[in-house]
């Protein structure tokens, strides 16, 4: 943990004076709750020259894997957070498949898009859809936002993502009286969303119902994925 002096406002939210959490510190896990499946620790990774559909991996510290070659497990953190800046470094090979939940409910994608003239809902950087069987076969998705622009880069290069988020509001008997919403999602320096209300938890999300705080959810169990950096700090 670090503490943060900073002065923003984004849409009455204010980061004043506020600590900023690091859930992936590149040495343990910590900060995520138990189990972590064969997430592990390593120096470095790089995609696989002979299939670049898996990494290769050096020695060391500063790096979280959730496997270099196959599916793995979702992580779940012990901090649990409000509104909040959130700030994501991670790297993906060819074809493969994450996500960061926020609060556990509301997805941001990763995945490999680049080179995609076309984006949609499910390409990196989009807030993932909702579902609902009973919508219907072939209905069931709804909601989803595919980013403005897509801003990936290649397989196997480090990408950032930084998503300033509102919770959503309750009143004193529980009842919601405001969408969660993302006030903005920059994804490599570029603006991808701005002021997206959702208006309940999306698809594979770790909870159904909505609350003031959450975790964030990490997934592992699509495809290998690597994180350096997943920060947290809050907003008030």
Known sequence: MKLRLAFLTLASLTLVHAEEVNLFNGKDYSAWREPHGPWSVVG????????????????????????????????????EHGDAVIHVEFVVPKGSNSGVYVQGRYEVQVFDSFGKKDVAEHDCGAIYQRWDPSRGKGNEGYEGHAPKVNASRPPGEWQTLDITFRAPRFDGAGKKTENAKFIKVVHNGQVIHEN??????????????????????????????AYRRLSITPLK
């Open 196 to 225: 997206v209300e959702v208006t309940g938890p999306t698809r594979g999300s770790q909870f159904a119902e909505e609350a003031a705080t959450g975790p964030i959810t990490v997934q592992g169990d699509h495809g290998p994925v």
């Open 44 to 79: 470095a990774v790089a995609v696989d020259a002979a299939n670049p559909k898996v990494f290769t991996t050096q020695p060391g510290e500063g790096v979280s894997l959730s496997h270099a070659s196959a599916k793995s497990a979702n992580l779940t953190s012990i901090p």
